[in-house]
């Protein structure tokens, strides 16, 4: 019978305490402290609008990481096909586009300037060309167009 008296006592103190906690939160559920229903619901919808607000600002900006790694294969591949490894590919090219156009180059300088930071090396190329004027208007025409 000691071990029951015990457990009736436990039981009762575990009954009040929990009484008291359930006391304790209808107090706080009615107190000015957390304010009425419809001041939540404000509250509530506020936030909810600026969650939107925040997922719309950042909505470009999800998959950034995939767009970066295809735009730095895209760049790859454009510096692969489009720009020279080499300046005598250069010089190779620039020929036969004039010879293509029916103009003759009677000398080329090359300046090679100092790398950027992207990488990229600057070459100012001046020539002495001779054609008539539609020759030399299609020849600057393919020199962009290349």
């Not at 006592?9 to 009615?30: E, G, H, Q, Y």
């Amino acid at each position: 019978m000691p071990e029951l008296r015990e457990t009736r006592r436990k039981l009762r103190i575990a009954v009040t305490a929990l009484a008291a906690v359930d006391v304790l939160l209808l107090v706080v559920l009615f107190s000015p402290l957390v304010g009425s229903e419809q001041s939540r619901k404000q509250q509530k919808e506020g936030l909810w609008r600026q969650l939107q607000s925040k997922n719309r600002e950042v909505a470009p900006l999800r998959g950034l990481d995939k767009k970066v790694a295809i735009a730095s294969q895209q760049i790859g591949e454009f510096y692969k096909g489009r720009l020279p490894a080499q300046n005598s590919a250069l010089s190779a090219e620039f020929g036969k586009l004039a010879s293509q156009n029916g103009v003759k180059i009677f000398q080329a300088r090359y300046k090679e300037e100092d790398p950027e930071p992207n990488g990229l090396r600057p070459l100012t190329i001046e020539a002495d060309l001779s054609g008539d004027y539609l020759q030399l208007v299609r020849f600057i025409n393919a020199l962009e167009r290349d």
